[in-house]
């Protein structure tokens, strides 16, 4: 597959791009589109990005019936000085092969699909919005499209990029969420597709988030679904707990997400010498800790929100109130630090970022 | 939504019906389709009945990404006097609405679907096979088709019928089937998805699927996802097991399908003074009863199979041979009546059947 050409079409109207400020997440997408498409005897083949433009199946595609499908997210960010910055795509692509994995998804060159993803980011670069909080929201995905309605895999696939400027995902900005705790819907289980980024979890994931927004609350804290005791995730996001001084996120006992922004965090918290551990934590374990005034502050990790704040935790009608409801210094400085990187206005020691010429 | 009226537009081309003797499952569609339109301000509105066609949607839309969507299963068969039947659609109906509910879709009028599936067999009549063990199988579904990369609740979606003339699911006919029973991997969990009919726990099933066909195993039998011990589904099929003379089925729990063949089965047991409970079952008291002798036989129910007697369990490399891997007596009954039934060759006294006119 290296050797594949990616053929291009150009789009002949340009659309109007949307103004940086009233950008919201995923609403809007830009002229052009990669895909690529595979069947069982030629492989992945046809490389090509066209215009952005709707896809055609037939409905009986097994997409539509049995869900085989993965995705990822990352994003394009614009420098003060007209660079653009990927940050830690080969993660993506890593773990889109994992995804293919366990969903019986055929691999993809990781190599070949980065530099599909970079041949169509150079291509719609102005489409980057500068903004503060802004990028452009990169979502591949592949989709299983055999028209056949016995359950097994797809011998056909699709493997699509689109683009999409956003604004912060969050509308409230940086601003402390409000989660519940999720006691009655599980999300995934041991065993399950938890790990994988593949629609039915979060399909699954709609009806808990439904119930705790009537509630006022903008995302679910998933519990693990056999004991629904121990800690997993938030909707589209890792979480961390400081304690006492110290930093600790569940660890992935493959039902959580191994997230890009965790990995950074966590790497992060390493080098600056602040103590973190990844490990099982149980709800009662956070819930002794803020009885005992040692839970310092908690915080959400993920590619659309960065890091997001976690102003209260709400556990079976316990309220608890994390740092006053306000976001935390660490909780700051990590968002400062990771933004910084992601959009060059600080040295990047570790290499994480990549740019696009 | 009651007194909308169905739009035709009649196929210009027909296609060629295929041998009856040659039909699989699910690979040849009809000459037309049922489509109607879901928005939050319309409702269910625009049901027609058009050419069998592709189906066009944006890129984003949520079906390619969040997997909110569901479906159902049902058949039609031609008596020999040429009457065609439907078995017990109105279940399938009000098990639409109970996926619904789960996925945060829109509730659909049960009566006006039932009304429209209906009217796209008529039209279809010719498509139905008659020889024995092959029916027309009827495909609703309904997918989510907002173009918005949230997580959230579509506002958007489509329902369509589709169907397709179809021979034995299982290529063995009523010849028994070799089940695996899986360790590793999980289908559901109390407080998931498993009780509704949606992608996703399809998409999750795969992958069992794929190790255990390996092994020379048609279907995998699913365990509870929090012990592992207690008895769920196989794959496309509740499940059965005969004991010393009573017959037991895992209750509905929540996370199994609540299949309408497994209702049936049940009536049919009680009406004909077999004893039959639901209940939970262990995989140890299988193989206890197993080991005692007092194991007689095991099936599965479901539409595409109707009966699937199982002549071999295999649970952690034991090999548990079930009546001798032969259709045991009770199995080919059932088996007898319900296609009896359902191709109207027998008297009805549950008044399961739906004649279309
Ligand atoms: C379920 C889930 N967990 C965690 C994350 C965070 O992962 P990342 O940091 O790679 O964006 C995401 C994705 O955005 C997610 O969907
Ligand atoms: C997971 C699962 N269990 C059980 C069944 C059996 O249900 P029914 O008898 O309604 O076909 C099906 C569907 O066919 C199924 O998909």
Redesign the interface.
């Known amino acids: 597959m290296e050797d594949q050409t990616i053929q291009i079409t150009q789009s002949h109207s340009k659309k109007q791009k949307p103004n940086s400020e009233q950008l919201e ?3 809007i ?1 830009t002229d052009h ?1 990669f895909i690529m498409d595979y069947t069982v005897e030629k492989g992945w083949y046809d490389p090509r990005i066209v215009p ?9 595609a097994m ?7 993965v ?1 990822e997210g990352l994003k394009a960010y614009k420098t003060k000085e007209n660079k653009v910055l990927l940050f830690r795509p080969e993660m993506n692509m890593a773990r889109l092969n994992l995804s293919n994995e ?3 998804i055929p691999r993809i060159d990781e190599d070949f699909v980065l530099k599909a993803l970079i041949k169509l980011i150079e291509m719609e670069k102005d489409w980057i919005p500068t903004a503060e909080g802004t990028s452009l ?1 990169i ?1 591949p ?1 592949i ?1 299983s499209t055999e ?7 797809s011998t056909s696939y699709k493997l ?1 990029i ?1 683009l ?1 400027p956003v604004g912060s995902y969050y509308k409230e900005g940086i601003h402390p969420v409000k989660i519940f705790v999720e006691r ?10 938890g790990k994988a980024k ?10 808990a ?2 119930v705790s927004e009537k509630q006022g609350y903008s995302q679910v804290l998933w519990l693990d ?2 004991e ?1 005791r121990y800690i997993e995730e938030v ?2 996001m890792n979480i961390f707990f400081k304690i006492n001084g110290e930093v600790v996120t569940p660890e992935l006992n493959g039902s959580i997400l191994a997230g890009v922004t965790r990995d950074s965090v966590i790497s992060l918290l390493k080098y600056w010498g602040i103590p973190v551990s990844e490990r099982k934590i149980s709800i009662d374990e956070i819930y002794d800790s803020y009885k005992n005034g040692s839970l310092e502050e908690i915080f959400g990790t993920g590619t659309a929100a960065v890091i997001s704040p976690v102003g209260e935790l709400n556990w079976e009608g316990e309220k608890m109130d994390i740092n006053n409801g306000e976001t935390g210094p660490l909780s700051q400085k990590l968002y400062n630090t990771l933004t910084n990187l992601q959009n060059g206005t600080e040295p990047d020691p570790f290499d994480w970022t990549l740019e696009v010429k």
Chains 1, 2 share one sequence.
Do not use: W
């Open positions: 997440f995923g609403r997408f589109m952005y433009q709707p896809i055609t199946l037939d409905p009986a997409i539509f019936h049995y869900g085989q499908t995705f366990r969903l019986c929201y979502r995905f989709i028209p056949y309605l016995g359950v097994a895999a699509m689109i999409s009655e819907y599980v999300r995934a289980v041991a065993g399950g597709t593949t629609a039915g979890n979060y399909a699954s994931s709609l009806k988030q439904e679904g056999i629904k909707g589209s």
